[in-house]
């Protein structure tokens, strides 16, 4: 089955300084890759998505990139907000519709004032 | 936006004992999944269904049952609980004719089991 892998587990970073966060997948399969971001107490919510036909994606503050070849996939915050605080998973399906996820192990992304 | 909706938000139990938690997803939706998170893991795929039936089973224990009905909420039936089930248990749904493969989790049922 597929196995993601997530880093860095904890990342800090100063207020208005960009975030990166890394995953790599192992099915080749695996086609579809979704970020949620996940504050306490509260469930994952889907920040950015992409698609293996595509290779970047960006909403606003909030990009991701993808390398089909090397199964692996970043998320980049730039200009960090203290609300981005919060914790990261990064997950892969095969995307044939109604296919279940498989999730990193998560990053605790803390920014500082 | 509706949101999907899960029941009940907290819930506590004795080891042995039965839980049913349920789940109410965003109006259109088809399709369900139910995650478990344990304390600082990421979610983990118990089961899904598509339509009603179930469509891909994860690593749920046999002491877990779940069905979704034909207004498309679902229900985890928990029987014989032990220390271990203590956990967040995340309701996610999505609709196949979008081909998105979006899922939207709903705020969780968090179960301790005493």
């Known amino acids: 089955g597929e196995n993601v892998e997530q880093h860095p587990s904890t990342l800090s970073v100063q207020e208005g300084d960009s975030a990166v966060i890394k995953c790599t997948y192992s099915?080749?399969?695996?086609?579809?890759f979704p970020w949620y971001k996940q504050e306490l107490g509260k469930g994952p919510q889907l920040i950015i998505d992409?698609?293996?036909?595509?290779g970047e994606k960006k909403d606003q503050r909030i990009a991701v990139t993808l390398n089909k070849t090397a199964k692996h996939f970043s998320l980049h915050i730039t200009e960090t907000q203290p609300e981005d605080s919060a914790v990261y998973f990064c997950?892969?399906?095969?995307?044939?519709?109604?296919?279940?996820?498989?999730f990193g192990t998560g990053t605790r992304l803390t920014i500082i004032p | 936006a509706a949101g999907v909706i899960q029941s009940p938000r907290h819930l506590i139990k004795e080891k042995r004992e039965t839980a049913t938690l349920k789940c109410y997803p965003i109006?259109?939706?088809?399709?369900v999944y139910w995650y478990q998170q344990g304390p600082g893991q990421d979610p983990q795929f118990l089961i899904s269904?598509?339509?009603?039936?179930?469509?891909d089973k994860g690593s749920i224990p046999d002491r877990f049952s779940a069905q979704q009905f034909s207004d498309y909420h679902s229900e985890l039936n928990m029987s014989s609980l032990e220390l271990g089930d203590s956990a967040l248990y995340f309701c996610?749904?999505?609709?196949?004719?979008?081909?998105?493969?979006?899922?939207?989790f709903g705020p969780g049922t968090r179960l301790t089991v005493l």
């Open positions: 099915d080749s399969a695996s086609n579809y």
């Open positions: 997950a892969a399906s095969r995307g044939f519709g109604n296919e279940k996820l498989t």
């Open positions: 992409i698609r293996s036909n595509v």
């Open positions: 996610a749904s999505s609709r196949l004719a979008t081909s998105t493969d979006t899922q939207y």
């Open positions: 109006p259109r939706h088809d399709t």
């Open positions: 269904f598509y339509e009603k039936m179930q469509s």
